[in-house]
């Protein structure tokens, strides 16, 4: 099977996956998008090294999905492809980086690689206020992340959203994660166990 944690950023994505690796001995993968050829260009240029540094995401991802879909055994995904499509390059998008021509062209990409691979088996959405997710960046303290813009996560959020309720063909779980301190407490942990039993092996 696999299972894709999805939200935004410091939603608890990583956290949750770990955690659930562990309880069903299921493999986690993580983004690895640490490297990107075009990320230096990109922050001198933006729209100019904006297409090539998606596609290159793109790629990145797709080579991750066709590997999970080879994959023999049960596999938990932090963050997927259909994310980085619908979320970011769509945000990156409306924000006057790409041309219509790039994205169309990138899109079509997508649609392509789309019909080569099948959808995650369930997706694990935490749904996030933006005052939550500001607290966990500042908790977490990454300096890269400190900067981060209120109507940039508010931006992120409507388009998850989005992704999720009009977009995403595939199963969901929401998980509320305002109200769901799962890495710390056990029945909130042990409540999402319960809600995924029931989501992939009709458990109650």
């Not at 999805?6 to 956290?15: E, L």
Request: aromatic share 14%.
């Amino acid at each position: 099977m696999h299972i894709a944690v999805a939200g935004n950023i410091g939603s608890g994505k990583s956290t949750l996956t770990r955690m659930l690796a562990k309880h069903y001995g299921w493999e986690a993968r993580f983004e690895a998008v640490d490297y990107n050829p075009y990320l230096e260009d990109y922050y001198k240029d933006i729209p100019r090294w904006s297409f090539p540094m998606e596609v290159y995401f793109l790629k990145e991802r797709f080579k991750d999905l066709l590997d999970i879909n080879k994959a023999t055994h049960t596999v938990i995904q932090d963050r997927t492809i259909f994310e980085g499509v619908y979320v970011f390059t769509a945000t990156n998008k409306a924000m006057g980086n790409l041309s219509d021509r790039d994205f169309d062209t990138y899109m079509e990409l997508f649609e392509q690689m789309l019909q080569t691979v099948k959808l995650p088996d369930l997706m694990i959405y935490l749904r996030a206020s933006v005052p939550h997710l500001i607290a966990n960046i500042q908790k977490r303290g990454r300096d890269y992340e400190q900067t981060m813009q209120l109507d940039y996560l508010e931006n992120l959020n409507n388009r998850y959203e989005d992704f999720i309720n009009n977009r995403y063909k595939g199963k969901v779980l929401v998980i509320e994660k305002d109200n769901a301190d799962f890495e710390n407490n056990p029945k909130d942990f042990g409540n999402i166990i319960d809600r995924i039993d029931a989501q992939l092996f009709g458990l109650f």
